[in-house]
Every structure is written in C-alpha cells, then in structure tokens.
C-alpha cells in the first residue's frame, strides 16, 4: 500500500509540472512568444488544457465569487498547487500512517 501512495505522490508531483508548464505557456501565448498556429504549439496547448482544465474550471468560479475581479489575473492555477502540495505534505503521509 505504501508503494501505491508513493506513485500518487509521483503523479500529483507530475500533475503540478504541467500545471506549472501551463501557466508559462499561457504567459508566453499572451505575450506573442509562441504562437497558436504552429501545429505542435497547438497540440501541446490542447493536451495540457485537457489535462488540467477540468480541475482549474471549478476553482475558477469558487475563486470568481469569491475575491474582486483582478483584471484579467488568473490566480487559479495557485490555488490548485496549494492544493497538490496540501495533499503531498499532509493527506498521504497521514494515509501512510494508518498502514505502519
């Protein structure tokens, strides 16, 4: 059991690298770096938007309701890391713990 919780610390570890990887991305996409007409751009956009958007859209409207408007700001991506590291350092040692 041990190992399983290990490799889903690997995978949310994983999850948090292309989170991060979006947010540079969508930096570099608003600022004119890269552009969305390259195909391969376009393939790793959509992969990366497929991967992460499904847990960024709930916290986008809990995060819209909750806080002012920020201009623009998308600080969603935050709080799902704090989220993953939340999980990391305190969900799966104490998961952990019950099995020793």
Partial sequence: MLELLNFISYLITLYTYVVIAGV???WLISFNVINLYNPIVRT???AINAVTEPLLRPIR???NRLLPDLR???ISPI???LGC???Q???IPNIAKLFL
């Fill in 24 to 26: 540079i991305m969508s």
């Fill in 44 to 46: 790793i956009w959509d």
């Fill in 61 to 63: 409207g809990f995060v």
């Fill in 72 to 74: 623009g700001i998308d």
């Fill in 79 to 81: 709080f799902l890391l």
């Fill in 85 to 87: 590291l939340f999980l």
């Fill in 89 to 91: 350092s305190v969900i």
